[in-house]
């Protein structure tokens, strides 16, 4: 089982819909978590962090945090073209005061004019 | 803010020889962090710095690989005899860190490796 899992997609949106982004990840150990946009040939750009549980609203996105179910989940409210992307979801470990992040494979999405 | 600066942005070498990239990270972090990804595949954990002490590696690292952050601002990441399999985007992090748990980590362009 991988540390952290996504749908592979392709997640095809219409413009102006919500597109709803979800991961699950194995280790309770985890404390925080982070969703990442990557476009094509491109470096991982950070756009949400959460640390406890809840929502977290920042602009368009809201990421959902729930560590009972070990459920992380990223909206994005009137979807853009310019959204088109691959998501990346990570988890960070703290184990022995390493900080690595561990990814899931990320989800494309498509947003369809 | 500059970012994370990665040097060069491409390198195309042949098997067998050694390569080193460079990372500039956001002038007042103190964490500098190496990973790699590959095609279809989130970025993997190779190593991290904490100012100038290398504090884990990951088992992805063989003894072909070496970091180094001599200074604790910018850091190389050498690989010797290089394999086609370390074909891939290398990518630099760095975050500033002033409390557990909070860790906010910006991703570089990347240097991307092609072994032929």
């Known amino acids: 089982q991988k540390e952290v899992e996504q749908n592979s997609g392709p997640l095809s949106v219409p413009e102006g819909a919500i597109a709803s982004l979800n991961c699950t990840y194995s280790?309770?150990?985890?404390?925080?978590f982070f969703w990442y946009r990557q476009y094509s040939g491109k470096s991982p750009e950070l756009i949400m962090s959460i640390y406890s549980n809840g929502d977290k609203e920042d602009g368009r996105f809201t990421a959902q945090l729930n560590k009972a179910s070990q459920y992380v989940s990223l909206l994005i409210r009137d979807s853009q073209p310019s959204d088109s992307a691959t998501y990346l979801c990570?988890?960070?470990?703290?184990?022995?005061?390493?900080?690595?992040?561990?990814f899931g494979t990320g989800t494309q999405l498509k947003v369809e004019l | 803010d500059t970012g994370v600066s990665q040097d060069p942005r491409h390198k195309i070498t042949k098997r067998g020889q050694n390569v080193t990239f460079r990372c500039d990270p956001i002038?007042?972090?103190?964490?500098l962090y190496w990973y790699r990804q590959t095609l279809g595949q989130g970025p993997e954990f190779l190593t991290y710095?904490?100012?100038?002490?290398?504090?884990?590696k990951s088992r992805l690292l063989s003894d072909r690989f070496s970091a180094e952050r001599p200074k604790g601002s910018f850091s190389t990441l050498e690989i010797q005899r290089t394999e086609q399999g370390d074909s891939a985007m290398y990518l630099c992090?760095?975050?500033?860190?002033?409390?557990?748990?909070?860790?906010?980590?910006?991703f570089g362009p990347g240097t991307r490796l092609t072994v032929l």
């Open positions: 710095f904490q100012n100038e002490a290398q504090l884990e």
């Open positions: 992090a760095s975050s500033l860190v002033v409390t557990s748990g909070y860790n906010e980590q910006f």
């Open positions: 002038s007042e972090h103190n964490r």
């Open positions: 990570a988890s960070l470990h703290e184990r022995g005061g390493g900080n690595k992040l561990t």
């Open positions: 280790d309770r150990v985890s404390q925080s």
